[in-house]
């Protein structure tokens, strides 16, 4: 995001299992990379959180979850107006977070952080379709300034190139058994609602895969 003063520099990243032994590495990734923000999926210890804060400069926050269970978190370089832990709708099995955050020209900006439920089975598809849902009906009761929603979506884009080739046998047993269908209904929701796909509008000819980690071949991961 820029104009005339300023370019803000946004980072989605999922630590995995709440970053365990791997502080040091994932701090010097987030450092390499110098966002002003980064939306942290699967913190589970809110020490870590903290201890990679400090280790960065920065602050941070967290949704509300569970001991040991894989919350959303953030961590910002600029000052944070506000911040809220919800859930998406009732009976929702996790909460996101809503922060707001104060940039340059005293423009303000929400971060919506959100970690959807995972799996590529029909089920999990229509369970992220109402998450999608219970999040644009919470934003538009509130919202009256630019946001941004940013995370670990679990899900694939209707036009985006993606196999599952390369993720674990648990992974792809779930296509398998659905003919080799890949789902791909629920993020119409955030299309159908005229927002934009950050990377592919930057980006249209790339496929820019984020999963699985070491090959990666199929986008979950979104700036909205």
């Not at 009976?91 to 809503?98: D, F, N």
């Not at 929701?189 to 990377?199: K, L, S």
């Amino acid at each position: 995001m820029t104009n005339q003063s300023f370019t803000f520099r946004l980072m989605s990243y999922n630590i995995l299992d709440g970053g365990y032994g791997r502080k040091s590495q994932l701090t010097k990734i987030i450092r390499t990379v110098n966002p002003h923000v980064v939306i942290l999926c699967e913190v589970m210890k809110p020490a870590v959180l903290k201890q990679m804060a400090d280790d960065l400069g920065m602050v941070y926050r967290l949704a509300n979850g569970k001991e040991n269970s894989r919350k959303v978190g953030i961590l910002s370089r600029v000052p944070i107006i506000a911040s809220h832990s919800f859930r998406p709708f009732w009976g929702a099995m996790q909460h996101w977070l809503e922060v707001t955050i104060h940039l340059a020209n005293d423009m303000l900006l929400t971060v919506y952080c959100i970690h959807a439920i995972a799996f590529h089975t029909w089920f999990c598809e229509r369970w992220r379709h109402a998450e999608y849902q219970g999040l644009l009906r919470h934003i538009h009761e509130k919202e009256d300034h630019p946001h941004v929603i940013g995370g670990d979506f679990n899900a694939l884009m209707p036009h985006d190139k993606a196999t599952l080739k390369g993720a674990p046998l648990w992974v792809q047993a779930q296509a398998w058994f659905q003919g080799g269908h890949l789902m791909r209904r629920a993020l119409q929701v955030f299309t159908e609602a005229n927002y934009t796909d950050c990377f592919r509008y930057l980006n249209p000819d790339e496929d820019g895969s984020t999963m699985p980690a070491l090959q990666p071949t199929c986008r979950l991961d979104y700036m909205l």
